[in-house]
């Protein structure tokens, strides 16, 4: 037992399972095999107008082995897992992949990485900071961050919930190509979802703090606030006319922005064609003044990682430079149905940063709302409305309508549509009021023209 972390396994009894796998692959028959074991736990809270909604501890472990028949060009795979670790299961689990593997169509493209593309050494980018919260210590801070929602305005009549959430796991990763690596890692966060108003005019909203580190999370009473304030901001909202206007992406919107230039672009999507991005590569997508960049490397961040799901090693790179795209998204099979070499992306992307270089440290909030002008402010999306084969964007939406720089009241149940190609080249300025979500971080984002349908 690993009392830092509750851990039931050693690192050491992670790599003595994969090698087991991996020996009774071969000895099974597998012309390579590769195998992942990871073991987690966590306390998920959640209070609800003072009251305990519900408690949750997890406690969790896994095994999933890949087992890879013939030679290199004319490869079947086949995929099992399981969650008992006792010799005979993990014998068993590794003769149904087998057997899967066996009755499955030879495919060109699957196959190991390459042994140069793996990570031999990997770097610890420290990702792992424990929360061993107890349940109560978890229900107080939930309690803290719902009671200072209340606490802002007698119009925060209701809630739909504080939440603690803790979780801290390892893994193990390994194959017949000599590559084993793992490492512990963390996430945590605070969230509530403070209501606003009466009857017919209630509005919600919400807000949370996330990082590997309990240290590094938002207070909660500010969470809460910040949480009742965008609520209260909601009252008495009103619908627009149909238009086309200026719109300002909320920094969090933003980042979905970002995520769907990133899914356009990553290999599943090349290869069949199936996004509106195909052959984009060293093509302007973006403004010029557009810069993407990944870097997996930095210390304690939510995206960070040493080498990909595949144990592929990752980089520093510029995505988008000047609004060219320099570089897809690419796992080992993608890269091979493409005719290139995997960006070490399995699993999706590291710390992007979207940032633009007509920026200022003096483009915060209140200036983007200048630069907007008269436009829409949009704070909630609803709805999946985009089509990656065309571009094609259209999204419920509500936000706030601004008239020279300054917002004049809110706005709720119109649409805003678009598309993604004209889009991105039409974001005018990304402001300096940078926000991570997940993986990506980036600011506002000013787009320059959009279609708004209301009444």
């Not at 672009?265 to 302007?284: E, H, I, N």
């Not at 099979?333 to 960006?343: E, I, Q």
């Not at 917002?407 to 300025?429: C, H, W």
Request: aromatic share 8%; hydrophobic share 35%; charged share 25%.
């Amino acid at each position: 037992m690993n009392d830092a972390t509750n851990f039931s396994y050693t690192p050491d009894q992670l790599k003595q399972i994969a090698q087991d796998v991996l020996r009774f692959a071969r000895e099974k028959g597998a012309t390579d095999a590769a195998v992942d074991i990871n073991e987690g736990n966590g306390l998920s809270v959640t209070v609800r107008k003072g009251k305990i909604e519900t408690i949750e501890q997890n406690k969790d472990k896994g095994m999933g082995v890949t087992v890879l028949l013939g030679d290199h060009g004319s490869i079947r795979r086949g995929n099992a897992s399981t969650s008992d670790f006792s010799r005979k299961s993990l014998q068993d689990t590794v003769e149904a992949a087998y057997n899967i593997a066996r009755f499955t169509a030879a495919d060109d493209c699957a196959g190991l990485p390459d042994e140069d593309m793996l990570e031999r050494n990997p770097r610890d980018l420290a990702l792992c900071h424990p929360w061993l919260l107890s349940a109560d210590e978890a229900v107080r801070i939930a309690s803290r961050c719902e009671a200072a929602a209340f606490a802002v305005d007698r119009r925060v009549t209701n809630s739909e919930g504080a939440s603690v959430y803790a979780q801290q796991s390892h893994f193990i990763t390994a194959n017949t190509r000599d590559f084993m690596g793992g490492y512990p890692f963390s996430r945590h966060s605070i969230s509530v979802a403070p209501i606003a108003g009466r009857g017919g005019n209630m509005q919600r909203d919400d807000w949370y703090t996330s990082d590997r580190s309990p240290d590094r999370l938002a207070e909660p009473e500010a969470v809460g606030r910040y949480a009742a304030q965008r609520a209260l901001a909601r009252l008495n909202a009103r619908k627009l006319s149909t238009r086309k206007c200026a719109v300002l992406f909320e920094a969090p919107l933003a980042a979905g922005l970002l995520g769907a230039f990133v899914q356009a672009v990553s290999g599943g999507a090349l290869y069949r064609k199936s996004t509106f991005l195909v052959d984009s590569l060293g093509k302007p997508v973006f403004a010029d003044h557009i810069q993407v960049t990944e870097d997996p490397h930095v210390p304690g961040a939510v995206g960070s990682a040493p080498f990909d799901e595949e144990g592929v090693r990752t980089q520093k790179r510029d995505v988008v430079r000047d609004g060219v795209v320099q570089g897809y998204f690419l796992s080992t099979y993608s890269a091979r149905k493409l005719g290139m070499k995997t960006t070490g992306n399995a699993g999706g992307s590291h710390n992007l940063v979207l940032r633009s270089t007509l920026a200022t440290p003096a483009d915060n909030f209140k200036a983007m709302l200048k630069r907007l002008g008269t436009g829409l402010l949009v704070t909630e999306l609803m709805g999946q409305g985009v089509n990656y084969v065309t571009g094609d964007y259209s999204r419920g939406a509500s936000g706030y309508w601004v008239e020279k720089g300054e917002i004049q009241y809110p706005v709720e149940e119109i649409t805003i549509a678009g598309n993604l190609k004209d889009m991105f080249r039409q974001i005018v300025s990304i402001g300096a009021d940078a926000i991570n979500r997940g993986t990506k971080q980036t600011g506002s984002i000013l787009i320059e023209s959009m279609t708004i349908a209301g009444n």
